[in-house]
């Protein structure tokens, strides 16, 4: 039993009475626990086997024997592995993997070695083995990757920046390997709003850094991966505060000298959509080019036209239509559309039911009778996000050369 929002998974020990646990009971962050159950079946208070400071457990897995446990720690998006003898507790860092990105993993029976899925900026999925007592990997499976030199993609450094309000924010930063600084820069925001930005294999980025454009995929207050406390900073009314962010980004890019104030995009997908069009409305003057994939616009809308799960659990996120109606309005880029000059492209599945295709009509209506430069790239045969690869090809295609144009001068 607990009070307030909380996440917890766990595995059985050696026998029934004990249990290893992933949870946040009373916490911030979550931490790797242990926790004994009675004769009368009732569970103890968790006891914390390990937590850390600068990140939160992602998950973990246990040895045949129950001895040895493998913790995944997330640290701002990429992973930690550590290995805990639960006899002693004693904890041992093992070798970074040779991405960034680590699930999936399995003990093998003798408990000396793992298999583990590692993805990462550069390399898609693939099973890899590391020897526990030796601390090396070795590959085992090779995706296949037709026409596509792994060595030329780009990997990410994570940045910090602070926010207006003195928050400090992180994200990465992918630079074209020749980017002649500043230059041309693209703010991408994730969906959600409470996913995380990670260094995972995205060919979308990687298409705008070939073309020589760099790209900015920040965390956003409210992302997971940081503790509760930052997951729940843009509920409601704090939403406000998370919109002022994006300028900071942007000014952020300007500061350091990596992006040229004429030629910064933005763009995203879902909740990202919203934010690409909080962008190009509250800071008009700010983007050159903007790409809006299946974001909402006008809360009223997708409140009233969203499948009923999805509003139940957004009612938390930004606002509950009926008692917060003032609220929502607010906070509905629908109502600032006169403001845009940002040339905009809005992709969107017709059959999309998390975020009705209401949303980007109401875009693409408006801004065409205010001769606005826009776009309207619809997938008939799509929903909420692009399931079918000649779908993905497109989008992105069509996505970076929307950016070649108003970012490059580029046709």
């Known amino acids: 039993q607990h009070e307030g929002p909380a996440s917890v998974d766990g595995l059985f020990g050696a026998d029934a009475s004990t249990v290893y646990l992933n949870h946040d009971l009373g916490l911030d962050r979550s931490v790797f626990a242990r926790l004994a159950i009675g004769a009368d079946g009732q569970p103890s208070a968790p006891q914390t086997l390990a937590s850390r400071d600068d990140g939160e457990l992602q998950g973990f897995e246990l040895s045949d024997d129950k001895q040895t446990a493998l913790l995944v720690w997330n640290i701002a998006g990429r992973n930690e592995l550590?290995?805990?003898?639960?006899?002693?507790?004693?904890?041992t860092p093992l070798p970074a993997a040779p991405a960034e990105l680590v699930s999936s993993i399995d003990f093998a029976p003798d408990g000396r070695s793992v298999v583990a899925t590692l993805s990462g900026s550069q390399a898609p999925a693939d099973l890899w083995?590391?020897?526990?007592?030796?601390?090396?990997?070795s590959r085992l499976?090779?995706?296949p990757h037709p026409g596509v030199d792994l060595a030329g993609m780009v990997k990410p450094e994570l940045r910090t920046y602070t926010a207006h309000d003195g928050l400090e924010l992180s994200g990465w930063l992918y630079l074209p390997k020749d980017f002649q600084a500043p230059g041309p820069v693209v703010l991408s925001f994730h969906g959600g709003p409470e996913s995380q930005e990670r260094p995972a294999f995205r060919g979308d980025y990687q298409a705008l850094l070939a073309s020589g454009i760099g790209v900015f995929a920040p965390n956003i207050r409210g992302s997971s991966g940081f503790g509760k406390a930052f997951m729940q900073m843009d509920n409601h009314a704090g939403r406000f505060e998370a919109n002022r962010d994006i300028q900071s980004r942007a000014e952020f890019l300007v500061r350091e000298g990596i992006g040229d104030s004429d030629r910064l995009g933005i763009m995203g997908g879902s909740y990202g959509g919203y934010a690409t069009m909080v962008g190009v409305t509250e800071f008009p003057d700010t983007f050159a080019a903007a790409v809006n994939l299946f974001g909402i616009v006008n809360f009223e809308t997708f409140f009233s036209q969203s499948t009923p799960w999805m509003g139940a659990v957004s009612t938390g996120e930004y606002g509950d239509p009926k008692t917060q109606r003032q609220l929502l309005h607010d906070l509905s880029p629908i109502h600032k559309l006169d403001r845009v000059r940002t040339p905009l492209m809005v992709m969107h599945g017709a059959n999309d039911t998390n975020v009705p295709l209401v949303?980007?009509?109401?875009?693409?209506?408006t801004l065409k009778r205010r001769g606005v430069d826009i776009e309207f790239?619809?997938?008939?045969?799509?929903?909420?996000?692009?399931r079918k690869e000649a779908n993905r090809v497109k989008s992105t295609m069509e996505m970076t050369r929307f950016f070649r144009e108003h970012l490059l001068g580029a046709r």
């Open 82 to 91: 550590e290995r805990i003898d639960l006899r002693s507790g004693r904890r």
């Open 129 to 137: 083995r590391l020897d526990l007592d030796a601390g090396t990997w």
């Open 141 to 143: 499976t090779w995706s």
């Open 359 to 365: 949303e980007a009509e109401q875009i693409v209506d």
């Open 377 to 386: 790239v619809l997938f008939p045969d799509e929903g909420h996000g692009w």
